[in-house]
């Protein structure tokens, strides 16, 4: 198909709760909303989960503009594309930036999905109807104050809680709401915070019975997780240190972690979040979808990448309202009773954006045409 149009919108949505963790605290979420229209006149979109600041990964909304405008469009605008395959080929010269390339490669799909009447969890490969979800919660100001607020969600029907931890909020947290709930299936995200050696302060979570721990070291490091995780018996989960299918093999090869969060925008999109979930699967380590506190449009594609058969842990995919009072689609995702959420059967993303919704958040809009 070719591509006419390219539209880079930059949003920033007010979050129904402020979201703290180890690199920051954030009450507005930023994100690049890419919108393209085809030959036939179909639309498709995409969103670039980069934040404002860059604290969980050096790219930004403002890099991710800046890389979409100059150097992602002018590759694809009026060429023929034949599938994700051939984008990731036509963007391969540009190094990085994969949140970028991740939110236009979404769209893509969504056009692909439309113009072939499939949904994207077909497209992908995906089997389920319905996934299971958990919930993420940011650091609180208190134990007690992050209890009440995990009780709170558990109430909703979330069945897995991940927490966020950081040097000096680490153990205290983590026991505070074990003792609240002996058998939620619960886990911890660090976001790079330790080193080898402040990590030896998490030993005693070895002993709280959790389903992993996220991150602990280096943003770009997987040797001294394989090092860590040699003292730990609780699996050890990387996020940030996985980029690419090399990086997925490299840990596996290591031995730096049991289990992978695969984040589409952080390896680069949903084609080669699929090739690492094939690659865990043959190697029988178990991977789950993580968040980037998507809009239902982000959402939509967790879900659908979630319905693959390796994702066998729960995913950060909150229902709609965890994270934002209006969102920009007219559909919203709910929480059904046995913490499952709905895999859209719509085509393509399975979704519809609410024009004004968008255009209320939009901070700025670049067009951009085919010459
Ligand atoms: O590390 O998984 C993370 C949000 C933003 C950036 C990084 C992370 C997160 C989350 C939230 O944990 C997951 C979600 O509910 O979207
Ligand atoms: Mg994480």
Not at 109 to 120: A, E, T
Not at 171 to 178: L, Q, Y
Request: proline share 4%.
């Amino acid at each position: 198909m070719e591509i006419i149009s390219i539209s880079l919108h930059h949003l920033s949505m007010p979050l129904v709760l402020p979201f703290e963790t180890s690199f920051g605290r954030m009450t507005q979420r930023e994100c690049v909303l890419v919108s393209m229209k085809n030959e036939k006149g179909l639309t498709g979109y995409g969103e670039c989960v980069a934040w404002r600041d860059p604290g969980y990964s050096y790219e930004t909304a403002g890099t991710a503009l800046h890389i979409l405008k100059e150097f992602v469009a002018p590759l694809i605008l009026g060429q023929d594309i034949g599938s994700a395959a051939d984008f990731n080929r036509m963007v391969s010269g540009i190094r990085g930036h994969h949140m970028a390339k991740a939110g236009v490669e979404m769209a893509l799909w969504d056009l692909f999905g439309k113009q072939d009447g499939k949904p994207l969890a077909q497209m992908l490969g995906g089997i389920l109807k319905k996934v299971e979800v958990g919930v993420s919660i940011g650091l609180q100001d208190s134990p007690e104050a992050l209890a009440e607020l995990t009780a709170s969600y558990v109430e909703q029907g979330y069945a897995r809680v991940k927490i966020k931890i950081k040097p000096g909020r680490d153990i205290g947290d983590t026991t505070a709401v074990r003792a609240a709930f002996p058998n939620l299936r619960l886990q911890v995200d660090a976001n790079s915070a330790y080193s080898l050696e402040t990590a030896e302060k998490l030993k005693p979570l070895d002993d709280l019975n959790l389903l992993l721990i996220e991150q602990p070291l280096s943003d770009d490091d997987i040797w001294d997780h394989h090092k860590l995780q040699k003292k730990l018996k609780t699996p050890i989960c990387l996020d940030e240190s996985i980029h690419s299918v090399r990086h997925a093999r490299y840990a596996l090869e290591m031995k730096a972690c049991r289990i992978i969060n695969i984040k589409a925008g952080r390896v680069g999109g949903l084609a080669q979040s699929v090739e690492i979930h094939d690659l865990c699967l043959a190697n029988r380590i178990p991977v789950w979808c993580g968040g980037m506190m998507e809009t239902n449009v982000g959402r939509a594609a967790n879900l659908a990448l979630a319905s693959l058969p390796g994702f066998t842990l729960p995913g950060d995919i909150s229902a709609s309202d965890r994270y934002y009072r209006r969102d920009i689609t007219h559909e919203t995702f709910v929480l059904n009773p046995d913490s499952t959420i709905a895999v859209p059967a719509g085509v393509g993303l399975g979704v519809t954006v609410d024009e004004k919704a968008l255009s209320d958040f939009t901070l700025s809009r670049i067009d951009l045409k085919a010459d």
